[in-house]
């Protein structure tokens, strides 16, 4: 039986910040997803929280698995469209690894949850459209390399 960890509830933003960041989450988190610090800012912070809470985590694993089972049926789509259905069961067990390691209680960067969830809502990208320049293995190794966590700053030697 899987083990359910219950975490303290974070103090909610301030609702201008919040406002802030619904307005500009989409460039916050492309920054984010091309490796920009969450500590740039303010918005970068709140929102790179936002990205490595479990619930986000656990969200984007369930997008990703029903893109997997969304391949094995022609014809079938996500809220974002059609899966490129030979692209997605090329890569599934990738895919699948990535949907785990986002649910896993270890630490993840903000930049590899940004970077998943773009693969999972740009319909120009690798699991949408063959013409993306990419393939979805590309996409995974990408994701994973932002998934690491980032090595401390001179500011957090312990």
Partial sequence: ???TTVLPARPSPPRGRRLRLRISRR???RELADGVSPERSDLHALRG???VDPLTRHELAIQIRTAVAAADYRGAALGFGSVRREAVIASRE???GLAERLESAGPVNPCGVARARAL????????YSCLSGAS???ALCWIADGLRPCPPTAGDVR
């Fill in 1 to 3: 039986m899987k083990r």
């Fill in 27 to 29: 460039r916050v988190d």
């Fill in 49 to 51: 929280s936002e990205l």
């Fill in 94 to 96: 990738g895919l699948l």
């Fill in 120 to 127: 999972l809502t740009d319909r120009s990208g690798p699991l």
């Fill in 136 to 138: 979805v293995k590309e």
